[in-house]
């Protein structure tokens, strides 16, 4: 599988909400940085944020604009959006992915916070 079918079947495996096929895209010791905020380290602190992430979000949907490879290392634009807890969320945001052996060994999500803060108040 190439990388940009890697960062495709990621983002297909989480909308079908199965961690479980994103975890085998991923080496052991994936680190995973959720920007602003602190790298998540191995995949068991990967599936308990995902888990936590993942409570009281229904409708997942990735609008794809761009992905670029070169080497080992991809990059995603998108737009993220859900709904959390009745709140429709649209959030634009950035990935960076880095392969090692064809597996994800790392990904930062970049994205405003305030925006997404805005959308979940009340």
């Not at 998108?78 to 960076?96: D, H, Q, R």
Request: aromatic residues 10%; negative net charge.
């Amino acid at each position: 599988m190439s990388h940009t079918e890697t960062i495709r079947e990621y983002y297909a495996a989480w909308v079908r909400d199965d961690v479980t096929a994103v975890m085998a895209l991923c080496t052991d010791d994936v680190v995973a940085g959720i920007m602003p905020g602190k790298d998540l380290v191995g995949k068991h602190a990967v599936v308990q944020f995902l888990d936590k992430f993942a409570k009281g979000m229904t409708n997942k949907r990735y609008d794809i604009h761009a992905i670029v490879v070169e080497g080992d290392v991809g990059m995603l634009e998108g737009v993220e959006n859900y709904v959390k807890e009745g709140k429709p969320i649209s959030l634009p945001f950035m990935t960076v992915f880095r392969f090692r052996d064809g597996k994800v060994c790392s990904w930062r999500d970049y994205f405003d916070m305030a925006t997404l803060m805005k959308q979940l108040q009340p």
